[in-house]
Nanobody, 121 residues
Framework: QGQLMESGGDLVQAGRSLRLSCAVTREINRFKALAWYRQAPGKERELVAGLTNDGGTNYADSVKGRFTMSRDNAKNTMFLQMNDLKPEDTAVYYC???????????????WGQGTQVTVSS
């Protein structure tokens, strides 16, 4: 099984931007979809953004218009550009590869350690 390594999290003020990266040790163009998730303290992990291999996207309502997901197949890396960050975006962010975006919590890989994003008001 492959591995996932998230990076790019930081402590930032509200309104600022961050770009998260996820390096995958498998060829990501083999999979139908890629996704970013987050888990805030005391809450369940949730899907933040999904990207299919034909360019389709799926964003949580709370991040639409602020977050953009992309991929670099040559580097087996996916990205999450996060703009206009809000305190409610504070969470540990994870990447993974879902079997389908219709059932995003059914994933191929074991979860990585994630990367912490903290947004101060």
């Amino acid at each position: 099984q492959g591995q996932l390594m998230e990076s790019g999290g930081d402590l930032v003020q509200a309104g600022r931007s961050l770009r998260l990266s996820c390096a995958v040790t498998r060829e990501i163009n083999r999979f139908k979809a890629l996704a970013w998730y987050r888990q805030a303290p005391g809450k369940e992990r949730e899907l933040v953004a999904g990207l299919t291999n034909d360019g389709g996207t799926n964003y949580a309502d709370s991040v639409k218009g602020r977050f953009t997901m992309s991929r670099d197949n040559a580097k087996n890396t996916m990205f999450l550009q996060m703009n206009d960050l809000k305190p409610e975006d504070t969470a540990v962010y994870y990447c993974n590869i879902p079997v389908s975006l219709r059932a995003p919590m059914n994933v191929y890989f074991n979860w990585g350690q994630g990367t912490q994003v903290t947004v101060s008001s």
